[in-house]
């Protein structure tokens, strides 16, 4: 499978990338991908929704629903994600008798939703934080203009302070989604087949160490992507401002 | 519910979960130099006049930050073992070596450490204005007098909280090394809970014993920050 004309130390060093190997073990590598970018995907959404829950209670200046996010937020900012894996998924099967009278059983008997539970626990707490940062940077004279303009609240939020919020906290979820993309990786310690399942399976088999380094290769494309595209966006949605820098410096 | 499991002595399982939490404090301490040291050098290599040098430090901190971390631990552990095997091949070594995990937790968790850092690193001494630099070769200041007389003293203040946030993730992420059979505080709850079939208690107290670190640490960062303000307000 090696080109031929190379010369004979090149083609020993380049032995390590194994390009047989990707014939016989690429497809499988490729479902993995499509796993862990499912998992990503659905975590990153669920913990979105759940941040703005959290966020709203941690904003809300009701002092219980303050310290119930505030003890969230802390729990899960500071526990490991394959410490909180190993505990629903082997605290599942303690609990099965409970969770089976509940009919919650069949879903936490799936590594795959035990494995999204906590990811999307674990990111809602982090991309609750971002969200309250992003929220608190647009300044309250806004929302009380907004509010003497005779805007619903509803519109305040849709019109005035998502727009500015979103702008501040693109980069952060940007990194957010890397991270959980990153994290996701840990799902493959509870027998689910994700991409590093996938390779840790094909690794057991062949013994051919060249696996992770296209595994690692895969995660870059995956991040670099989401990079590329966060920065895109941003620069998109900062236009205005490279305008009026320009003007004023006129 | 019975928690006679956590007491300590010849029942309890205390004592493996205390010496778990002792092996996580270690790796992270022991990651410290090699981790913000190398973010260091490879910021630094970042200001290098050579493309290919900088090229080359991009490279590395690009690769480090966006491939997972249980992933760059196994590259290493299991890359680092067949290359010792190679060698040992090659030089017709009878003796088997084997790698230690713990040291290779401390590379790979470095190695991610440092990837990170850079970035904080480079953006404080990005913000050095370069007439000090000229100010301290005028004065006849070597490379290195510049470094840990002019540049360090300055950037070290404000690098503290960036550090300090690489700092608190670090501290969980040395979880990944119970994977490679390190017995870490989560590889302790690990094996007292397979032993016992109380996953719940065993990795509830680990998550108890990662918060009050993560806690403890905050605190301990603000207490550093305040001192560094004060100092730098007289």
């Known amino acids: 499978m090696m080109p031929g004309h190379l010369p004979d130390y090149l ?51 009701n002092v219980v629903l303050t310290g119930i996010a505030l003890c969230y937020v802390t729990f899960f900012r ?38 999204v539970l906590a990811l999307t626990l674990n990111t809602a707490a982090y991309q609750a934080e971002i969200m309250r940062g992003a ?27 998502w727009p500015q919020a979103l702008r501040v906290a693109l980069r952060p979820f940007g990194n957010e989604i890397i991270g959980v993309i990153k994290a996701s990786s840990l799902v493959a310690m509870v027998t689910v087949l994700d991409l590093m399942g996938q390779t840790r399976a094909i690794f057991a088999a062949t013994f051919d160490f060249s696996i992770y380094l296209y595994a690692a290769l895969l995660y870059l494309i995956m991040t670099e992507l989401v990079r590329r595209a966060t920065a895109a966006v941003e620069q998109a949605w900062s236009r205005h401002l490279a305008v009026a820098v320009e003007a004023a410096g006129n | 519910m019975d928690w006679s499991g956590l007491l300590f002595g010849p029942d309890g399982w205390g004592g493996l979960l205390l010496k778990g ?14 981790g913000f040291g190398g973010g260091l050098a490879l910021a630094l290599l970042k200001f290098a006049p050579y493309r290919t040098v900088r090229t080359g430090s991009e ?16 590259i290493v552990y299991f890359g680092l073992q067949a290359l010792v095997d190679r060698v040992e091949k090659a030089l017709a070594v009878d003796a088997h070596i084997e790698l230690n995990a713990f040291a290779a937790g401390v590379v790979a968790l470095s190695a991610v450490a440092a990837a990170y850092s850079s970035e904080v690193w480079f953006s404080a001494l990005a913000a050095v204005p370069s007439s000090q630099l000229d100010a301290a070769r005028a004065l006849g200041l070597n490379k290195r007098q510049i470094l840990f007389a002019v540049l360090l003293p300055q950037i070290c203040p404000i690098t503290l909280p960036g550090l300090g946030n690489i700092w608190n993730s670090l501290l969980k992420d ?23 079939a109380r996953p719940i208690l065993f990795y509830g107290a ?10 403890a640490s905050a605190m301990v960062q603000r207490r550093i920050e305040v001192r560094f303000d004060k100092k730098a307000a007289t």
Request: include cysteine.
């Open chain 1, 78 to 115: 500071a526990t490991p994600l394959l410490c909180l894996l190993y505990l629903f998924y082997y605290g599942a099967g303690e609990l099965r008798p409970l969770l089976t009278s509940l009919g919650l059983w069949g879903a936490f008997r799936e590594a795959l939703f035990c494995c």
């Open chain 2, 59 to 74: 490279a590395c901190i690009t690769f480090f930050r966006g491939t997972p971390d249980l992933l760059v631990l196994f």
């Open chain 2, 21 to 34: 939490a002792g092996v996580t404090i270690l790796l992270a301490i022991s990651t410290l130099p090699l």
């Open chain 2, 206 to 215: 680990a998550a108890a014993v990662y918060v009050v670190f993560g806690v």
């Open chain 2, 174 to 196: 040395t979880s990944i090394v119970s994977t490679i059979a390190v017995v870490d505080l989560l590889r302790a709850a690990s094996e007292a809970s397979r032993s016992t």
């Open chain 1, 135 to 161: 929220l608190g940077s647009v300044p309250g004279a806004q929302v009380e203009a907004a509010r003497a303009l005779g805007l619903s609240k509803f519109r305040i939020q849709r019109h005035v302070v």
């Open chain 1, 11 to 61: 083609q020993e060093y380049l032995a390590i990338l194994d390009v047989a190997l990707l014939s016989s073990y690429g497809l499988r590598l490729l479902q993995g991908l499509c796993v862990t970018i499912e998992i990503a995907a659905i975590s990153c959404a669920l913990g979105f929704v759940l941040a703005y829950a959290i966020c709203a209670a941690r904003m809300s200046g």
